[in-house]
């Protein structure tokens, strides 16, 4: 169950869903406006709140990575809350627009890792930061088969990622909020729901069949990728 939002009514209605639907997992973001360290004081009071609350309910939380929080900040979230049950989901695309590229990304992320959402982006450069355009999986800046390849190869006995989501987005784009020049506190603004405007009437048809031709396109492109890293794992073993 996904929720897009981290305070209390929120988590409270996700997890009663994800309860009473047999769900295994409950997956949040937050979203407060704010100076950096005040945005972060309240997430970990949200956090705390989760642990506090439903760290006996038998469901596993994801926070995602979602465009506006650092992947430092992040891990240091899920390793200050001491809760067991929390770990981070990882998003092809989302830390490009806190100024973060995919790889380093996901070096910093690795060991908290459980979740990931598979998608292309478009780099856009904006004035010192970078936001992202959705694209079609295959035709845009993200490493694919690299980030595939490393996501894969996490765990020691067993996968450490359980759980993987295809997302193939038409027309998103999410801008900056990240910047080169930013101070250690820096102005995090204040975001609605990440969400894609629908096209005028008479182009919803096309819009909508588009989106199913990008769907099969991506299940296709991620077969492809896997298969050429399984060859080349094969190759490497026999050899």
């Known amino acids: 169950i996904e929720t897009s939002a981290s305070d209390k009514a929120s988590i409270d209605e996700a997890v009663a869903i994800a309860l009473k639907t047999g769900a295994s997992s409950v997956r949040f973001y937050p979203r407060y406006e704010g100076n950096l360290r005040d945005v972060l004081s309240i997430i970990a009071n949200d956090i705390a709140y989760v642990r506090e609350t439903y760290q006996d309910s038998g469901l ?16 240091s979230l899920v390793k200050e809350s001491e809760m067991e049950s ?4 990882f998003d092809f695309a989302n830390m490009i627009n ?6 380093d990304a996901l070096k910093t992320m690795a060991p908290h890792i459980t979740q990931v959402h598979i998608k292309d982006a478009l780099i856009v450069k904006e004035q010192g930061g970078l936001g992202h355009k959705a694209c079609i999986s295959g035709q845009g800046d993200m490493p694919f088969k690299a980030l595939l390849t ?16 295809l997302e193939e987005e038409v027309d998103y784009y999410a801008p900056a909020f990240r910047f080169e020049d930013e101070d250690d506190n820096p102005w995090i603004p204040y975001r609605q ?9 008479h182009l919803l048809d096309a819009r909508l069949r588009k989106e199913k031709e990008d769907a099969i396109n991506q299940i296709n492109h991620v077969r492809n990728v896997l298969q050429q890293i399984k ?3 094969s190759h490497l073993l026999n050899h």
Do not use: R, W
């Open 231 to 233: 060859q080349e794992a």
């Open 86 to 89: 929390l770990s981070l989901l």
């Open 60 to 75: 596993t939380f994801t926070i995602e990575q979602h465009e506006d929080l650092k992947s430092h900040e992040l891990v």
């Open 150 to 165: 490393h996501l894969i190869c996490l765990g020691d006995d067993e996968p450490q990622v359980t759980a993987y989501g």
């Open 98 to 103: 806190a100024n973060e590229h995919p790889i």
């Open 193 to 201: 729901m990440s969400e894609t405007p629908l096209p005028e009437n």
